[in-house]
């Protein structure tokens, strides 16, 4: 089974910077399709940015496109999101999942992806 830990959240004012980071344990990690996702206080969880096995294929939410990038690291067993020009609004808990198969689908749905990690905090203050 695989396992995921976030980190890199914290607390930073708008127009800063900051770089989540997701380490995976427990399987081969090149087979998972990974994303991130985020969930602010009394709204639903939603897609922010995903990439597949190889990193061949990424898939942006509209709202970060040109200011998040994803990445990955299959000898480090990791993915990123650096996200840069941050607003009050990216303000959420932001979540790791990985999806245990292959391809160049990268899907923009929760319920798509099965292993989630715990969740790291992101405030951003204006």
């Known amino acids: 089974q695989v396992q995921l830990v976030e980190s890199g959240g914290g607390l930073v004012q708008a127009g800063g910077s900051l770089r989540l980071s997701c380490a995976a344990s427990?399987?081969?990690?090149?087979?998972?399709?990974m994303a991130w996702f985020r969930q602010a206080p009394g709204k639903e969880r939603e897609f922010v940015a995903g990439i597949s096995w190889y990193g061949q294929q990424t898939n942006l939410t509209d709202f970060v496109k040109g200011r998040f990038t994803i990445s990955r690291d299959n000898a480090k067993n990791s993915v990123y999101l650096q996200m840069e020009s941050l607003k009050p609004e990216d303000t959420a808990v932001y979540y790791c999942?990985?999806?245990?198969?292959?391809?160049?689908?990268?899907?923009?749905?929760?319920?798509?992806?099965?292993?989630w990690g715990q969740g790291t905090q992101v405030t951003v203050s204006s």
């Open positions: 427990g399987r081969s990690f090149s087979v998972l399709t």
């Open positions: 999942a990985a999806r245990p198969l292959g391809g160049g689908y990268v899907p923009a749905v929760s319920s798509k992806y099965t292993i």
